[in-house]
T-cell receptor
Framework: AQKITQTQPGMFVQEKEAVTLDCTYDTSDPSYGLFWYKQPSSGEMIFLIYQGSYDQQNATEGRYSLNFQKARKSANLVISASQLGDSAMYFCAMREGDGYGGSQGNLIFGKGTKLSVKP | NAGVTQTPKFQVLKTGQSMTLQCAQDMNHEYMSWYRQDPGMGLRLIHYSVGAGITDQGEVPNGYNVSRSTTEDFPLRLLSAAPSQTSVYFC????????????FGPGTRLTVT
């Protein structure tokens, strides 16, 4: 079974509108971290935002926020006021455990969502 | 800080050739890893290391070797290249701990003919 599921292969959004990119995860570990990365057409991986499983509040970083619904095991990325430069692939990823030792440092990635922002 | 550096950026190999992809980081990160990215597949973990002298296999290790003799360097060796290894390869590093993001290198685009 997939540990990270991104069900939207591609999405379109109008410039200046908000968009939500979906991510669901599967883990039995009570301790985990969730990450979102952006990959523009130039290919580099850019870290956007992090949410820990014990965090009480949803994470926010500028125009990015993470809609964390623990009971539903979802960690959707919300981009407000979309810009043309937001057109890219977006990956959701999870690290299980406390992240110390062995495989706990590993990130498990979803297959990504390609976001296209229309002018 | 240079961050995570990878060389080469592009490489074309013939089937059966071997080569080493270089990766270095200057952030004193304990954790380093190699991923491959194929269309529609996301990033899949090849090998990882939690410190100098310690390496382990990820999801897709076959056909690849790694070693970690120093904290800074984590080379990936292709033993006998196959067309199925045509991919984009990313090296990443991070501090140990759940909340630390991984920093990625710029990637190496490898084509095996």
């Amino acid at each position: 079974a997939q540990k990270i599921t991104q069900t939207q292969p591609g999405m379109f959004v109008q410039e200046k509108e908000a968009v939500t990119l979906d991510c669901t995860y599967d883990t039995s570990d009570p301790s985990y971290g969730l990450f979102w990365y952006k990959q523009p057409s130039s290919g580099e991986m850019i870290f956007l935002i992090y949410q820990g499983s014990y965090d009480q509040q949803n994470a926010t970083e500028g125009r990015y926020s993470l809609n964390f619904q623990k009971a539903r095991k979802s960690a959707n990325l919300v981009i407000s006021a979309s810009q043309l430069g937001d057109s890219a692939m977006y990956f959701c990823a999870m690290r299980e455990g406390d992240g110390y030792g062995g495989s706990q440092g590993n990130l498990i990635f979803g297959k990504g969502t390609k976001l296209s922002v229309k002018p | 800080n240079a961050g995570v550096t990878q060389t080469p950026k592009f490489q074309v190999l013939k089937t059966g050739q071997s080569m080493t992809l270089q990766c270095a980081q200057d952030m004193n990160h304990e954790y380093m890893s190699w991923y491959r990215q194929d269309p529609g597949m996301g990033l899949r973990l090849i090998h990882y290391s939690v410190g100098a002298g310690i390496t382990d296999q990820g999801e897709v290790p076959n056909g690849y070797n790694v070693s970690r003799s120093t904290t800074e360097d984590f080379p990936l060796r292709l033993l006998s290249a196959a067309p199925s290894q045509t991919s984009v390869y990313f090296c990443a590093s991070s501090y140990a701990g759940r909340s630390y993001e991984q920093y990625f290198g710029p990637g190496t685009r490898l084509t095996v003919t």
